[in-house]
């Protein structure tokens, strides 16, 4: 909710308290910071998410590749759409929408 009314700093430092994440958590930082313009640590925090075990979302592949195509990222958005082939998600609507924009 703070990332949501521009108050990123404070869902970081909520985010970075929690003592457990998981899959919603993590969507919903990366998917803030992408929001608040902060590209490179939504693509960050989506690839830390990977490392820690969760499976994306096509909401999280949304906010991911939204931020590579804000930065002209086109490698690892290309990189990105072949993951959500891979895991079966990569025609969803939001994450071909965000394709588009690359």
Not at 2 to 21: N, V, W
Request: overall charge neutral; some cysteine.
């Amino acid at each position: 909710m703070y990332s949501k009314c521009g108050e990123i700093d404070h869902a970081l430092k909520l985010f970075d308290t929690m003592p457990q994440r998981n899959l919603v958590s993590w969507t919903a930082m990366s998917s803030g910071f992408s929001q608040n313009s902060k590209f490179s640590e939504a693509i960050r925090t989506f690839c830390a998410m990977r490392i820690y075990g969760e499976v994306p979302t096509q909401f999280a592949f949304s906010s991911a590749i939204k931020a590579c195509a804000s930065l002209g990222s086109i490698e690892t958005g290309k990189q990105l759409h072949c993951l959500a082939l891979k895991s079966g998600i990569g025609s969803e609507l939001f994450v071909g929408s965000n394709l588009e924009d690359m």
